[in-house]
């Protein structure tokens, strides 16, 4: 008796355990990526939507990475306040209309050491439209700008590949740093993943 009893008391755990595994089977965001979504975002995210970030983006960055992040781009802003005025006469295409789309407010080449692709977001970048701006959004600006010159003349050294390599690291930071410039002069294997460039 008292071993079948024991048996019956092992058994019991095992059929708790999926039971408690299916409760929490979406992960729950911490304290610290709730503060990078209210940040990024505008709202603190349900389980749902932090899974779906995880699912487009792999992880949620860590506060060093945003701050490298936004230093990278305070940086990045600074070299192209003294840069564009002297560079933006040069070409005609920076002088032109700004391209817009139901997802982008503007893109445009801006003039600087290099070129760039400056890209804004026309809302903010909540969970179900990071879906479209990592997807829609960067079929849009392909289409729209892989053909001209400034990307054309480095596609046999990647500039596919590095553009869409920093166009969707700008995409995972979401609002927190706007407009995204990406340049499509930088190899893919010269891109850092949290810096975007």
Avoid at 97 to 106: A, E, I, R, T, V
Avoid at 121 to 146: C, D, H, L, M
């Amino acid at each position: 008796m008292f071993r079948k009893l024991s048996v019956t008391i092992a058994a019991v755990p095992l059929l708790l355990a999926p039971s408690l595994a299916f409760a929490t089977d979406k992960p729950l965001p911490t304290a610290q990526e709730q503060e990078f979504y209210r940040e990024a975002y505008g709202h603190s995210f349900s389980p749902q939507e932090h899974e779906e970030y995880l699912s487009i983006f792999g992880s949620v960055p860590t506060p060093e990475e945003v701050r490298q992040y936004v230093a990278s781009s305070e940086a990045e802003q600074a070299e192209l306040d003294r840069e564009s005025a002297s560079y933006a006469s040069l070409d005609g295409t920076t002088l032109q209309g700004y391209w817009s789309s139901d997802l982008f407010s503007y893109g445009r080449w801006i003039g600087r050491e290099v070129w760039a692709l400056s890209l804004m977001p026309s809302q903010t970048v909540i969970p179900a439209v990071s879906a479209k701006y990592s997807g829609e959004g960067w079929v849009q600006i392909y289409n729209r700008f892989n053909g001209d010159r400034h990307w054309s003349f480095y596609k046999s050294k990647g500039a596919d590949s590095s553009m869409r390599k920093q166009y969707l690291c700008h995409v995972r930071y979401g609002s927190i740093k706007v407009p995204w410039n990406i340049e499509p002069s930088k190899p893919p294997s010269a891109i850092n993943d949290v810096t975007c460039n």
